[in-house]
């Protein structure tokens, strides 16, 4: 099996799920859910709900969400919501072995909904769903505009258990070169009304690497949401990608070696500073404080649990296959792929996705374990595919050693070392099978 070139730079792919979605295609035969989930186990399962709005689309960021809605807008797209619901609770078949362990709702920017419209949001998963929300891991994620008292009262009366809020910078000047125009002081402000909810964990989103940034003002950034003692922090690496604000402004030629020096210079003077302050790395971007409440469910794992995913932006996954809808950056496909999500009837198929075989579950495990800083427990992969991984994954494992970035002291365990958990997003994409390369160089960016 041929691995992957070595990397250009230590930031190939910000790697969140893998595949990623430019590998999903259209699916011919559009196999109903029912028959996808009948074999499955649905008794630790995971549900997220996706809103594609936000208030102002920042200049860093290809998800997929449109700025703003016409009048009717977000209450079409609750409808369509509770019909997908409708459709996928049914499919999942009796409601006896159906068992949702953690919820969130993601996007875009949830809170862009009224409290009313949260409200329901809530009863869908709730009702439509049987997602117990005030009895699991909820995680919401907010921006400071609408992280409004009314919004977070309805999130904390329904059970929120984790409040992401994305900052990006307390500098206001940085903020505006990340083309995410606020104020300081609307963000404390922000931060004020979450801590009043009683939301018990807060996360802030911060961002390394905007124009202008040096180590004294990264520093800064981070003293500042420090002072508000956040359970968690995510430190996130900027990207300039393609369709997005900020590379239409700035579309580099190549790799920039001095980008990539001045984003590791911030990503290892900003993770040294939280490990100062008593938080504990879980990833190359993800920080908890040692002494926060516990959050996530025990008894779920990504790398081998399924996933519901409701909305026009999110995927779903079963054993054998990943599914989704159209994705697109561009803001006039993204507008399209709603419009023809709030008009939809028929949400009993998966339209477009990627299908799982053996190997590539094998792959997904193992990427998935790695980017964590507690690593793959071989014992566990063993039990799930009969194999040890350097029997499947030899040279891939043995690449990631000769650079420094596995350690493999522990037999009982592969985990990377300090390096390479700052080299994330390039160990991840070094890890893609050549078919999910294949469909990712092949896909039409829109």
Not at 44 to 61: K, M, Q, T
Not at 248 to 256: C, E, I, L, Q, T
Request: proline residues 6%; glycine residues 8%; negative net charge.
């Amino acid at each position: 099996m041929t691995t992957a070139a070595p990397p250009t730079t230590p930031y190939q792919h910000y790697v969140y799920a893998y595949p990623h979605k430019t590998a999903y295609r259209r699916l011919p035969d559009r196999p109903a859910l029912s028959a996808l989930w009948a074999a499955e186990d649905k008794s630790a399962l995971s549900l997220y709900l996706h809103i594609p709005f936000c208030e102002v689309r920042c200049g860093f960021c290809n998800l997929f969400t449109r700025v703003g809605a016409p009048d009717g807008l977000t209450g079409a797209y609750l409808d369509a919501l509770e019909r997908q619901a409708t459709a996928v609770r049914e499919a999942l078949g009796e409601s006896d072995g159906v068992r949702f362990a953690t919820a969130a709702f993601g996007g875009g920017t949830p809170t862009f909904l009224t409290a009313a419209e949260l409200t329901r949001l809530c009863d869908i998963a709730e009702h439509r769903m049987g997602a117990q929300l005030r009895t699991v891991p909820l995680s919401v994620e907010a921006s400071p505009a609408t992280a409004t008292a009314d919004r977070l009262a309805v999130l904390a009366e329904r059970g929120t258990t984790r409040l992401s809020l994305g900052v990006q910078s307390f500098v206001d000047s940085e903020a505006r070169a990340a083309v995410r125009p606020q104020r300081r002081a609307d963000v404390e402000a922000a931060l004020s009304r979450i801590r009043d909810a009683g939301i018990p964990v807060l996360n802030i989103d911060l961002i390394y690497g905007i124009d202008g940034q040096t180590e004294q003002t990264w520093r800064h950034s981070l003293d500042a949401a420090l002072a508000w003692r956040p359970e968690e922090l995510y430190l996130y690496p900027l990207y300039v990608r393609p369709l997005t604000g900020l590379d239409r402004h700035r579309s580099p030629a190549g790799p920039d070696p001095a980008w990539d020096a001045q984003r590791l210079r911030l990503y290892r003077a900003g993770r040294d500073h939280l490990l100062a302050h008593g938080y504990v790395q879980q990833s190359m971007r993800m920080f908890r404080r040692a002494d926060a409440p516990p959050q996530g469910a025990d008894d779920y794992a990504c790398q081998t649990d399924g996933m519901i995913g409701l909305g026009c932006g999110a995927r779903s996954y079963t054993t054998g296959l990943h599914y989704s809808f159209d994705y697109a950056v561009g803001m006039h496909e993204i507008r399209g792929i709603i419009d023809a999500y709030v008009t939809a009837t028929d949400f009993a198929h998966a339209e477009v996705g990627y299908r799982v075989d053996a190997g590539e579950a094998r792959r997904r495990h193992l990427l998935q374990s790695l980017l964590q800083a507690k690593g793959l427990v071989s014992q566990e992969y063993h039990a799930r595919f009969g194999s040890a991984p350097a029997d499947d994954f030899g040279p891939e494992l043995d690449a990631l050693t000769d650079r420094g970035w596995l350690d493999t002291a522990d037999s009982t365990r592969l985990r990377l070392t300090p390096e390479g958990l700052a080299h994330s997003d390039a160990v991840g994409p070094l890890l893609f099978s050549p078919a999910v390369r294949a469909a990712m160089a092949a896909y039409e960016r829109k």
